[in-house]
């Protein structure tokens, strides 16, 4: 069974996914493959530079996220030459990891752009973590330090709260306290094992 899950910055995508990797799923992240894909030796990395130039490196030849960002935003070309390096590279990285899952495993794809990229077709299921956008503003600014106009430029930067929630076929409510998404991860979870045909409690 495959499930993409995905939420807007803020909402606690990566909670939800800790929680389901808790309860047995197999769980690929696709920022985690984004980092690998372009690390210190890989062709993606080459590729990158070829593209953009040897100041998107650091002294010690690694990527250079911040100066890739500067580079990046703002500048759609720029970006969408950047994803065609990184996207197929993750696409292919996270293929192969599912390869590797067992076959009645439930494999949850945790996708931050997954509307954005169109992929919502390719999934069993998709999950959406939701909060509103107030909640987001409050934990960006609270949580991590951004200022109000920084936290608004990043939510307003991804898909909007209606577009993630039209293709939904799941929806966690994570507004509340973290009991409250543990009951409802719990929820999702039996759901889940019921559709993929073994018991609620055969992964915990």
């Known amino acids: 069974m495959r499930v993409g899950l995905t939420g807007g910055i803020g909402s606690g995508k990566s909670a939800v996914s800790a929680r389901l990797a808790e309860r047995g799923a197999v769980v690929i992240d696709s920022d985690v493959l984004a980092r690998e894909v ?3 030796g890989t ?8 593209a953009f130039g040897s100041g998107v490196l650091t002294a010690a030849g690694e990527l250079d996220r911040p100066a890739v960002g500067k580079i990046v935003f703002g500048d759609d070309a720029a970006r969408r030459k950047l994803e065609a390096i990184i996207h197929p590279r993750v696409r292919a990285r996270a293929a192969e990891i599912e390869d590797q899952a067992d076959a009645d495993a439930i494999v949850v794809h945790d996708i931050p752009l ?3 990229t169109g992929q919502a077709d390719r999934f069993d ?5 939701d909060v509103p956008v107030e909640v987001q503003l409050r934990r960006l600014t609270t949580q ?5 106009a920084e936290a608004e430029q990043r939510i307003a930067s991804q898909a ?5 929630l039209a293709v939904a076929d799941v929806v966690v409510d994570n507004s ?3 009991a409250d ?13 019921d559709r993929s045909g073994h018991g609620p409690d055969t992964k915990r």
């Open 125 to 129: 299921v998709v999950l959406v973590v």
């Open 181 to 193: 998404l543990d009951r409802r991860v719990d929820e999702v979870w039996n759901t889940f094992t």
């Open 114 to 116: 997954l509307v954005e």
């Open 144 to 148: 991590r330090g951004m200022d109000a």
């Open 43 to 50: 062709d993606g990395l080459a590729e990158v530079v070829a």
């Open 160 to 164: 909007s709260r209606e577009d993630r």
């Open 176 to 178: 509340g306290s973290l």
């Open 38 to 40: 372009v690390a210190k």
